[in-house]
């Protein structure tokens, strides 16, 4: 059998319309951090050049010799900046840093994920293979929605969950600002993409 993690866990749907509050287990992604502008800035689309093909080849490595299958899991990107505002109000994507993410199942190894860097090497793939690492992260609670449309249309969805709901239920942010792309924006049209937006929280006075 093939494990699907998005269809495992519930965590990876989420309403439209409403916000909801989950709990975030401890779980482990491929990573590459950087900044900028992700429309422009020449580390994002070489993040992108790497993180996939190693997801695939430690997927390929997982089925071979574990006798373990799964499904590629979507890219998903934590994203701050030193103004919050830069997300839900001036939308300044030249101020972002983030991180990029593909989350993998629990059983893959550090040992495993280096094999599956230099099978990449040596293709002559994955420009910031130096930069890439596997780590857990542990959100714990979260609020989060489902937002449709284009990426440049969160910022009022944001600012919502930020500014109203998020204190209005006791909480406050603490943490990073969390994306799942859940559709391809390579082939699915601006209005019709699919992205749960995360946010950790934490009660007030915690």
């Not at 430690?58 to 994203?79: H, I, N, Q």
């Not at 997300?87 to 840093?97: E, L, N, Q």
């Not at 699919?194 to 929280?201: A, D, E, S």
Request: with cysteine.
């Amino acid at each position: 059998m093939t494990l699907d993690l998005k269809r495992q866990l519930s965590t990876y749907r989420a309403p439209r319309g409403r916000f909801e509050t989950v709990r975030i287990p401890a779980m482990q992604y491929l990573m590459v951090d950087g900044r900028g502008d992700p429309n422009t800035a020449p580390v994002y689309a070489d993040a992108l050049a790497t993180i996939f093909p190693v997801a695939y080849a430690l997927k390929f490595l997982s089925r071979a010799e574990l006798v373990r299958d799964y499904t590629v899991m979507p890219l998903e990107g934590l994203w701050w900046a030193d103004d919050m505002d830069a997300f839900t109000v001036a939308r300044d994507k030249s101020r972002w840093s983030w991180t990029l993410l593909n989350l993998v199942p629990d059983w893959i190894t550090p040992e495993l994920v280096t094999r599956a860097c230099e099978t990449v090497r040596l293709r002559g793939r994955g420009p910031l293979l130096d930069d890439l690492r596997l780590e857990t992260l542990h959100e714990g609670l979260c609020v989060q929605t489902m937002h449709l449309g284009s990426y440049d249309e969160e910022g009022p969805l944001l600012a919502s969950m930020h500014d109203q709901f998020i204190p209005g239920k006791g909480f406050r942010l603490a943490g990073r600002h969390h994306e799942i792309y859940l559709s391809d924006a390579r082939r699915v049209a601006p209005e019709k993409l699919r992205t749960i937006l995360r946010q950790p929280v934490r009660p007030v006075g915690d």
